[in-house]
């Protein structure tokens, strides 16, 4: 019952059309995607839904990309979690590796390297 539902993604984004996009390039490779829209509706998705990895951005208003990692980390420290942000900062790089963040990819979104790490996180993961 624990488990992690195979081949489940949560995106979270508060741009719905960056939401859209992401959905629409992850679906095909059959993925069940699931969507949030902000950290609070994120933490609910993951009690519910039991993903097998989050793709987080960083910069949302409420509760911070990297505030929602930290929870989301709180909640199930084994779930793979991909920041997402529209620029590279060294920093903010190390803040999210330092709580726990799998991997970080910036904006525009390479999406053979998103697919590659999510299709890698499933591969890694007991039963993906």
């Known amino acids: 019952m624990g488990q992690r539902a195979k081949r489940a993604v949560l995106i979270v984004d508060d741009d719905a059309q960056h939401l859209e996009l992401l959905a629409i390039k992850l679906s095909a490779e059959n993925w069940r995607l699931v969507v949030a829209q902000s950290g609070e ?3 609910h998705r993951i009690m519910l839904e039991k993903p097998g990895l989050v793709i987080l ?4 208003p409420g509760m911070s990309g990297l ?3 930290k929870k989301i980390k709180d909640l199930d420290p084994g779930i793979p979690v991909v920041m ?9 790089v190390k803040r999210c590796t330092e ?4 991997d970080y990819v910036t904006k525009p979104i390479d999406f053979e390297r998103l697919k590659s790490i999510v299709l890698n996180s499933f591969l890694g993961s007991k039963g993906g």
């Open 41 to 43: 509706e994120a933490l």
């Open 57 to 60: 951005d960083i910069l949302m």
């Open 67 to 69: 505030e929602t990692l």
């Open 84 to 92: 997402v942000s529209a620029v590279w900062d060294g920093e903010e």
């Open 99 to 102: 709580a726990g963040c799998s």
